[in-house]
């Protein structure tokens, strides 16, 4: 595998206030770790950008992201919701996280580089954001920016998003609740924040079926996460046949972390990457564009996003 990274220390601008969970120690923690591993100077370094306005409107309305805009830049304390803390340069660094995943979804399918996935770690997060609120540490819904990309701007038509975050992705559901041709995964801890995704969620209208909640209760691991796999996941996406796979990379179902009350170990995001890999090769050339989402705690979080990259990357030596 060829595989794409993206960071930024620009990712870091983005200070939600003192003592928030979602705080930019999370990236430097990961990138430090990340950086010291023998393998990751085998990944393809990815620059990012501002995503362009007109690929946010695709997801968010004129008036949030103006909202967002003037909030932010007011020196404001918070965005719609009291957890998500914003400070001046939240705008600007919402934008570049925003624009992360269009960068991979560039080297994959519009590169020479013959790149097959990567892996955009970046803050904030973005799948609690909906079409018209900041919710949830949370201010423009990254992965289902890319999605319209992929499809608007690269002619996709099929596309699997599969959310393994703790918490159910509220606005990616509302936003593709409609829509036969996304198709939207999610394993989450439930009943928990934000109080959606239900099994009998499953999609409105023309969407009907575009939709696939596999909540679990608290203090579920590792056998509990495999069968959900096993048993709906892995078949559902077969079936679909997707010409990408995005996944919402929560890593915050992690046995040690603080925000959720699950049990997976770090070695079973490893495992949930590689069937993610054997469907992609199986349906989509390998495509994959993974994007953070949570994931808490600091000595947890940097190894459980190496098991999802040494995956990704096909690396079976990670001393």
């Known amino acids: 595998m060829n595989t794409a990274f993206v960071y930024s220390p620009s990712f870091l601008n983005h200070e939600p206030g003192f003592g928030h969970p979602e705080s930019r120690a999370r990236l430097t923690a990961s990138i430090s770790y990340l950086t010291s591993r023998n393998w990751f100077g085998s990944l393809h370094q990815v620059n990012t950008l501002e995503a362009p306005r007109h690929w946010l409107e695709e997801i968010h309305t004129e008036s949030y992201l103006d909202r967002a805009a003037t909030v932010c830049r007011s020196g404001a304390d918070f965005l719609d919701s009291p957890d998500v803390g914003i400070s001046r340069q939240s705008y600007e660094t919402a934008l570049k996280a925003a624009g992360a995943p269009l ?12 790149i097959n996935n990567g892996f955009a770690l970046i803050r904030p997060p973005g799948h609690h954001a909906e079409r018209d609120m900041a919710l949830g540490f949370c201010l423009f819904n990254n992965v289902a920016i890319l999605a319209r990309y992929l499809q608007r701007h690269y002619g996709l038509d099929k596309l699997v998003i599969l959310d393994w975050d703790v918490h159910h992705g509220n606005g990616t559901q509302h936003t593709f609740e409609e829509d036969p041709s996304v198709l939207y995964i999610s394993t989450h801890q439930y009943p928990y924040y934000p ?3 239900a099994y009998s969620e499953t999609g409105i209208g023309r969407g009907k079926g575009a939709t696939l909640n596999c909540p679990l209760p608290a203090h579920s691991g590792d056998v509990e996460y495999e069968m959900a796999f096993r048993e709906k996941i892995i078949p559902a996406i077969h079936a679909f046949r997707p010409e990408c796979i995005i996944i919402s990379a929560g890593f915050d179902a992690h046995r040690d972390d603080p925000l959720g009350q699950m049990h997976l170990t770090t070695g079973f995001y490893g ?3 590689e069937r993610v890999v054997e469907l992609a090769d199986y349906s989509c ?5 993974s994007v953070l989402e949570g994931g808490y705690n600091l000595q947890a979080l940097p190894r459980c996003i190496e098991q999802h990259l040494t995956k990704l990357a096909g690396i079976a030596d990670i001393t």
């Open 103 to 114: 960068a991979i979804a560039d080297e994959i399918l519009g590169g020479a580089r013959g």
């Open 285 to 289: 050339a390998g495509r994959i564009i």
């Open 271 to 273: 495992w949930m990457t």
């Open 195 to 197: 109080g959606t995704g």
